[in-house]
Structures are given as structure tokens and as C-alpha cells.
């Protein structure tokens, strides 16, 4: 009897601690987001950069550098969080650590944003390279992952690497609020009732007043995703299928914002029409190609002949 | 080579060489200004950018050549200065030509291209050498009638 019990007590306690294992090495190879645990790494996506100067310095902004600071800015916002509700440096670290695996900080609002000030950026200064200082930007969208975008395309942003000089930003919701205390504690005020006229953004080159409105299109945020997002970030009631739901709209969302043309993600771009091939006028210039070759040939031959 | 002949030739490759000079001077322009394409000219360097002043370089020294080449058009060392600027003309053109042919063969993702992308690509715009190859071949002419002369 004895020896009959205890392989079973061995086999439960060793089914048990594979069981831990596995879930602990998923936890940490699964990528998670800062704002949306468990999201998926966004798809393969090409985004070319913002250009800028600063104060005559050429100056490349990518969307993972954006991402990285908004991850950084969080993280701090965590950190303060924390150290507020007395946990000890080590607790902060586990928990920061933990939360902020694999995140990127690419996620629906900074991706938008970039390519906002991507798209405002090209229809107002064309083949020109922008200077930071000319550039000013209207936000719609109070959330901390477009705010920090655009800070840190503006330097108007704390901890924006190498600025010299600095372009505006400004707050102001659809409403007509203006808000002017940009930091992520001051942010969540704002960010409880959202809809489609918040992923606006409105940029304006300075020097010559000229302005252009970015206004994502309908359609491309998914049907029910503000009512999710209440729930899930806002009141906290959703259940864990309304969770997942919103899990996968958000990286709908922010994978639309990633790969994804202007003129199917805001309002008012042109599908550019693709060129025609011009057949006719390459028939007719292969034909030419082709008879000049003949008579070149036909020419050599009658010159070869006669020279015998 | 009668005086008719020769006539015909100086006025002839006086306007080519002109024609030329003035391809060569948009060339140079075009390659400081990071190149243009009107109509069917082509001069915006987009295959190979840092080929675009070389050619400019060329047409200018093919202009300079067909002109110094019209007094006493008839002889030999001024016609031997006409062929040596249509051999600079074809040359270039040739090397243009043979980049379409090379690459009108392959598809963007396929080994061979389709009839359509393939006549597609012989399509205008086109490089000033290539509007100036055929009119350079009238040299062919004059080295004919040269050689009959010796004979």
C-alpha cells in the first residue's frame, strides 16, 4: 500500500511543478504590452521615418524610438504609482519588470500619432525637411501613447533625447476643452469617454500658418471598441471574453496604424492612381528597335558581299 | 564626297552639334539640380544618379566635336571628328538600350516578365543619347562615301 501511494504523491507533486514551470516560462515569452498584457508583437510593417532638424541638425524619428520613449515615460509613471503605495525598491523593479515584458510601447494611439504627424508632415512641407521649431501640433487625443508621440516629435516632451530647439503642442478635445497639464496623471481625467473625433490630430507649419487635419476614418476603428475599452480600462467590469475582444481589436487597431495606407486609415487622401503601363508607346519603340537592328544586320551583310 | 555632300554634312552636324550643346548644358543642369524628366526627355539620372553628369560631360564634348568637325567637312581628319562624337553617341545609347533589353526580360516577381511589362519597358521617357542615335547614323553615309573615294 505504501509503496503504491507514494509514486502517485511523486507523480501529482511533479505534474504540479511542470505545470508552474510551463506557465511561468509563458508568462515571460509571451510578448506583452504595457497597455494591453498579452498582446500580440505587432505583424511585419515598414514605416519610414519622421525627418526633422534641430537647430540645423538632421534628426530621424522612428516609430520604435517613439515606442521606446512612451515605454520609458510609462514605466516612470508606474514607478511613482508604486512608490506611492509604499512598495520597496525591489517590489517596483519585479513588478515593472514583469508588467513591461517584451513591450514595445508601439500600441494603437502612439502609432497613430506617428503616422498623423508622418502624413501632416509630407502634405505640408512636401520633399522639405521640417525644423522642430516650425512645428505645431493640435491634439484631440488625450491618451499618454499619442501625447508622448508627438512630444517627442516636438521636444516639448521631458527626457527627449538631444533637443535643441523645440516645436508646440497643444490640447485642446473635441469639446473645446483645452488641456495644458500633459502628464499621464492629469491624462486619465480625460481619457474616460473617447470616440472617433479623438484620433484627430491637426498640424500646422508655423512659419507660413498653413495647417492639415488628420482625421481617422470610420471603419477602421472596430464596431463596440469604445464601449469595450470602457470596460475594460475605465470601469474594470469586463468579463474575461469582453477582455480578450478588446485585446483583439486594440492590436487591430494599432497593426491598421502600422501597415496599413493613409487613404484607408483618415479621411480626405487620395488613393493615388496607379500609372498606366505605356505599352503602345514601348510596342512602338521595341518595333523600331527591332527593324533598326534588322537593317543594321542586313546592311552588314550586303557591305560583306560586295566586299567579295 | 561632291560639294553637295559635303554641304549637306556641315549644315547637318552644325545643327546635331548644336542639338547636342544644348542636351549636354540641360544634362549639367540636370545633374546639379538632381535631374528632370519633361515629356519624353529624360533627364532625371533616376538609374543611375551618378552617371548623369559623365553624360552630360559626353553630349557636351559631342557638341563640341560635331562643330569643330564642319570646316573642311570633307576631310578626313575633320570627318574622323564627326564619327568619334557619333561613336560617343552610340555608345551611351547603346549602353541605355541594353539596360531596357536586360531589364524587360525578367518579371518583378517572376523569372520572365509578362508581353505587357515587357513592351511596357521600352516606354518613353528616354535618355537625350537615345533621341540622338538615329540622326548620328548619317555619319555612316559620309565613312561610306570616304571609302569609295580611297577605292
Redesign the interface.
Known sequence: MRSGKLPLKAVAVTIMALVLMALSTASFSIPVDAHMPGAKAPPAFELSPIVITDDGTEVEITIEDVGNYHNERMKEFKRDMLKKQNKTEEEIDKIIEKEFAGSTGICPCSSFAFRAALLGISELWGDEIPERADIKFITRRPTPGATQCLQYITGTGPGVPDVKSKGELQMILPDGTEVTDLSVKNLKKYMVDMNLSNWNIVIIRKSTGDEFEVQVKEGVIPEGFFELRKKVKVEKTATPEEIEEFRTQWEAVRDAFLTQPDWELFEGVEEPEEEE???V???I??SI?VI?LGLLVVLSLRVRVKAR | MNEAEEKFGQVYFTILGAVALAFGAAELIASAGGGFTWGILDSSGATDPLFLPWRAIILLSVGFFYLSSVKDFAEVHQLAKAVMASIMIWIVAGMAIWTRIASSIPGEETWFNSLEGFLASYAPPYCPEMFLLPFSLVIVYYIMKEKEGEK
Request: glycine share 30%.
Open positions: 503601363a505605356d505599352v508607346g514601348g510596342a519603340f521595341f528597335l533598326g
